[in-house]
């Protein structure tokens, strides 16, 4: 549902034509450098909250849940402010075209004017994940993509004529573009973040409504211990996206709308990917709570296993259905034949990919970051960037060689946290 937010702007702004959608997808990297840095803080919690719940220790666990409510209220402010005083200059450090800064800094400016309603649906959705519960994540997400998709259609278009089942009916549109595109999704996220509160404080297990929100250093300590690595971990690796996002850009618009929609498009296809690592980070947590041996390694061989067959699936009909998808989002026919070329070779990799974002999460919920940290950010700077940096500005090749960075770039990290994996120290329960 998080994906599909970016799918549906990206599709109805495609209409429009290739600089609209060069203009939003400019800045998505710079999206998910945000979005993944405050998952971070949601992942100490995951840790927390979950091996507390498996050694039935709920109370422990309903102040973990008070104090994330704390970090969601301040690290929504701070990006707040943070992103909207550099909405100015951020399409000109991805090397936007200049004659499109104005609408992508306008839009920038936009989407992330709540910020803090978005800060709480992320850290909000992981509470209730570590719980168990993460069904109502999903169905906020509904929420959130009806509201947007209702806005798009009447935002981003002028007033026109359309059919429904015969018959002409006057739609009113707003003619907004790009812009009526940023407030659609401003207020979906706006909305999101009012329901999510509202269920949390009123859910029946990790409700944190009656608990103090001031730091609890109890809490805190061992949550951002946790927590830190990671959040350098996402930083690093999602500033080397927004690298690599400023490398392509500096390619032209086709280029950049390629990458866009290509990116938009796979995103979908290794949704099960990070949907089984919010599994395995709880499960493996639980497990350790309970101080169960054989538990964790099951779970763990069964979670390995689903991953590998859905992302064999996902990959496979990323392969089939390329350039059809490309289509969805863009009329160009070299936009979509790039594309189309770039999404076919990183299918290919998925089943690789997904083992690697599995073996991370049962990391997570064991509460080691540090080594996914080193490996995720030496890979992606020592690899990705790099290569990347040196197949553009010093060979002269062009977006197939920057995927092919990003592939072997995937593949590495998976033999890294494979083998570290085997060795086995990141388990409390290895010695037990």
């Not at 497990?287 to 067959?309: N, Y």
């Not at 299918?347 to 997904?354: A, D, I, K, V």
């Not at 990347?388 to 090749?397: A, E, K, R, Y």
């Amino acid at each position: 549902m998080a994906t599909a937010v970016q799918y549906v702007d990206m599709a109805m702004v495609g209409s429009i034509g290739t600089e609209a959608t060069a203009a939003v997808g400019s800045t998505t990297t710079v999206n998910w450098l945000v979005g993944s840095t405050i998952s971070a803080i949601g992942v100490g919690f995951i840790a927390f909250i979950s091996q507390s719940l498996g050694a039935g220790e709920k109370e422990k666990a309903v102040k973990a849940a008070s104090q994330a409510v704390l970090a969601a209220l301040a690290v929504g402010v701070f990006f707040t402010v943070v992103t909207l005083s550099l909405s100015g200059v951020v399409p000109a450090w991805m090397q936007v075209e200049k004659d499109l800064r104005p609408v992508a800094s306008e839009y920038f400016f936009i989407l992330y004017t709540p910020m803090l309603f978005r800060a709480v649906t992320i850290i909000f959705g992981t509470v209730l994940r570590a719980a168990g519960d993460t069904k109502t994540p999903m169905y906020v997400g509904i929420i959130v993509n009806i509201t947007n998709v209702v806005l798009n259609f009447f935002l981003i278009f002028e007033t026109r004529t359309i059919d429904v089942f015969g018959f002409s009916v006057k739609c009113p549109g707003a003619d907004l573009g790009v812009i009526g595109a940023a407030v659609a999704s401003a207020v979906s996220f706006f909305v999101g973040g009012v329901i999510i509160t509202i269920v949390l404080f009123r859910h029946p297990v990790i409700s944190p409504k009656g608990h103090s929100i001031k730091p609890d250093k109890e809490i805190l300590a061992p949550v951002l211990k946790i927590a830190a690595p990671n959040m350098l971990q996402r930083f690093c690796t999602s500033l080397g996206y927004v690298v690599f996002a400023s490398l392509i850009n500096s390619l032209g618009e086709v280029s950049t709308a390629a990458h866009t929609v290509a990116n938009t498009v796979e995103s979908a296809f290794y949704v099960p990917g990070y949907g089984m690592m919010a599994a395995a980070a709880t499960l493996a947590g639980n497990a350790i709570g309970a101080k169960e041996k054989t538990k964790l390694k099951e779970t763990s061989r069964m979670i390995f296993l689903s991953e590998i067959v859905m992302m064999i699936v996902s990959g496979g009909l990323l392969f089939a259905f390329a350039p059809f998808m490309m289509g969805l989002f863009s009329s160009d026919p070299e936009v979509i034949r790039m594309g189309s070329i770039v999404l076919r070779m990183v299918s290919l990799s998925e089943p690789f990919y997904g083992v690697s974002i599995v073996t991370e999460g049962i990391m997570q919920g064991a509460g080691e970051t540090i080594r996914p940290f080193i490996f995720n950010a030496g890979s992606m700077w020592g690899i990705r960037i790099l290569g990347t940096f040196i197949c553009i500005n010093l060979i002269g090749l062009g977006l197939i060689s920057a995927w092919a960075c990003m592939i072997v770039h995937n593949l590495a990290l998976l033999a890294m946290l494979w083998i570290y994996y085997k060795k086995g120290k990141w388990n409390p329960l290895v010695n037990v």
